[in-house]
Nanobody
Framework: EARPVESGGDSVQVGGSLTLSCSAS???????MGWFRQAPGKSREGVAA?????????RYADSVKGRFTITLDHAKKTLYLQMNSLTPEDTALYYC???????????????????WGLGTQVTVSS
């Protein structure tokens, strides 16, 4: 399977909103999909994850709960991350990841994923 492709990264002001997209090359039904981010000098962080077969099953990092929303459009094979109330701490390179197969639990651990995109940059400035 070809790697997922992210898009939508941009520079925004504090308090602004942004929606990231991730296009998968194959079906998103039997899969886990997730968003991760890595800021300069920091380790990669799991941001949000979703179960492809039960899209109401989601998981969020505490740092983004209530501000970010992950959704999945099976028809378009596209994963989204709606980000609201952005702060400078959200500045990072955001990656999309996919795990093929049954998603027993949406995971925020990068080691649980098979394929990764190259990332899209989000910069939040005051």
């Amino acid at each position: 399977e070809a790697r997922p492709v992210e898009s939508g990264g941009d520079s925004v002001q504090v308090g602004g909103s942004l929606t990231l997209s991730c296009s998968a090359s194959e079906s998103t039904y039997r899969s886990c999909m997730g968003w991760f981010r890595q800021a300069p000098g920091k380790s990669r962080e799991g941001v949000a994850a979703i179960d492809g077969e039960e899209v109401d099953r989601t998981r969020y990092a505490d740092s983004v709960k209530g501000r970010f929303t992950i959704t999945l459009d099976h028809a378009k094979k596209t994963l989204y991350l709606q980000m609201n109330s952005l702060t400078p701490e959200d500045t990072a390179l955001y990656y999309c990841a996919k795990k093929r197969g049954i998603c027993w639990l949406p995971s925020l651990s990068g080691s649980d994923y098979d394929s990764w995109g190259l990332g899209t940059q989000v910069t939040v400035s005051s």
